[in-house]
């Protein structure tokens, strides 16, 4: 007599698998991640922050448009999650934020330039170029090249630190020193941005 061996009844086996492959739960996606910028629950931004932070370049554009957003939370979280990422794709738009309202915003991009180094400096010497009698920019350029000129790229800034700092409301600077401190910012900018050319040559 033959035995059969013992078969498994299908409906414990359909359920054994269930258990044991728990089903995957779905990818937030960006625009939910960019709409949870804004909660009030510091919880959920800091998990939306990080998941833009880790797509990298996929989230720049989301995270550009976002420092447009009338909500301060939400523009706090893209400046912040821009200069995590650090590429010079969004340079422009941090500069532009420079000129925020709110200055815990124009700190942060001032932050995520200073953290971009040569590869952020362009579109700020150009805005400085062309808008050099911009308070804000002024204040938040000082924040970057103060911090830039401490490193390799002194030689190339520090005209235009000095010539921000000559200008710059609230600091005591005699007249002469001004003088001697060469140019206006928009020549020094546009004095910076030939010798940054020049660096970038091979």
Request: hydrophobic share 40%.
């Given at each position: 007599?033959?035995?059969?061996?013992?078969?498994?009844?299908?409906?414990t086996?359909?359920?054994s698998?269930?258990?044991?492959?728990?089903?995957?739960?779905?990818?937030p996606?960006?625009?939910n991640?960019?709409?949870?910028?804004?909660?009030?629950?510091?919880?959920?931004?800091?998990?939306?922050?990080?998941a833009?932070?880790?797509?990298?370049?996929?989230?720049?554009?989301?995270?550009?448009?976002?420092?447009?957003?009338?909500?301060?939370l939400?523009?706090?979280?893209?400046?912040?999650?821009?200069?995590?990422?650090?590429?010079?794709?969004?340079?422009?738009?941090l500069?532009?934020?420079?000129?925020?309202e709110?200055?815990?915003?124009?700190?942060?991009?001032?932050?995520?330039?200073?953290?971009?180094?040569?590869?952020g400096?362009k579109?700020?010497?150009?805005?400085?170029?062309?808008?050099?009698?911009?308070?804000?920019?002024?204040e938040?350029?000082?924040?970057?090249?103060?911090?830039?000129?401490?490193?390799?790229?002194?030689?190339?800034l520090?005209?235009?630190?000095?010539?921000?700092?000559?200008?710059?409301?609230?600091?005591?600077?005699?007249?002469?020193?001004?003088h001697?401190a060469?140019v206006?910012?928009p020549?020094?900018?546009?004095?910076?941005?030939?010798?940054?050319?020049?660096?970038?040559?091979?």
């Open positions: 007599m033959v035995t059969k061996g013992k078969q498994e009844n299908p409906k086996q359909s359920a698998r269930s258990a044991t492959q728990a089903p995957r739960r779905a990818e996606s960006v625009e991640l960019i709409s949870d910028l804004s909660s009030h629950n510091d919880g959920t931004r800091v998990r939306a922050r990080y833009l932070v880790a797509m990298g370049r996929a989230a720049l554009p989301s995270l550009i448009e976002a420092l447009k957003s009338h909500k301060y939400t523009r706090w979280e893209a400046a912040k999650a821009l200069g995590e990422i650090g590429d010079s794709e969004a340079a422009p738009a500069v532009r934020t420079l000129e925020d709110d200055f815990d915003v124009r700190w942060l991009a001032a932050e995520g330039l200073t953290k971009m180094g040569i590869k400096l579109p700020l010497l150009e805005a400085l170029r062309d808008r050099g009698d911009s308070g804000l920019l002024l938040g350029a000082h924040h970057v090249f103060h911090d830039l000129t401490k490193g390799g790229l002194k030689k190339s520090t005209p235009v630190l000095a010539a921000l700092e000559a200008i710059e409301p609230g600091r005591e600077v005699p007249w002469a020193a001004t001697e060469g206006e910012v020549r020094a900018a546009h004095d910076a941005l030939e010798m940054l050319k020049k660096l970038r040559k091979p």
